[in-house]
């Protein structure tokens, strides 16, 4: 079992950076096989980017490659989303999830992720 918690969202201009955070408890976020996911209003549930169990893979929607960085920091056990260059069109809740610990393939279907937070908005302007 683990507990996932995002934050780091907010209000942010066009063109500018935001950091999300998801920490995690009951495990170790080097057991899992993790990713960001986001939901527009109105929209289905989108992958965002997916990181391995050790954090040398990952993986990127075509939307977002070039201006987000997933990454891990095992010390802190917590994964972290960079997110440079925004768009309004990257508004969204934005939720941190991982896989079953079984599994080590990074996933972009969101119901391959067993464990997820709550969400953190991110809403851009223009």
């Known amino acids: 079992q683990v507990q996932l918690v995002e934050s780091g969202g907010g209000l942010v201009q066009a063109g500018g950076s935001l950091r999300l955070s998801c920490a995690a408890s009951?495990?170790?976020?080097?057991?899992?096989?993790m990713g960001w996911f986001r939901q527009a209003d109105g929209k289905e549930r989108e992958f965002v980017a997916g990181?391995?169990?050790?954090?040398?893979?990952?993986v990127y929607a075509d939307s977002v490659k070039g201006r987000f960085t997933i990454s891990k920091d095992n010390s802190k056990n917590t994964m972290y989303l960079q997110m440079n260059s925004l768009k309004p069109e990257d508004t969204a809740v934005y939720y941190c999830?991982?896989?079953?610990?079984?599994?080590?393939?990074?996933?972009?279907?969101?119901?391959?992720?067993?464990?997820w937070g709550h969400g953190t908005q991110v809403t851009v302007s223009s």
């Open positions: 990181i391995s169990r050790g954090g040398g893979t990952t």
């Open positions: 999830a991982c896989r079953r610990i079984l599994f080590s393939a990074i996933a972009t279907q969101g119901t391959e992720y067993l464990y």
């Open positions: 009951g495990r170790t976020v080097s057991s899992y096989v």
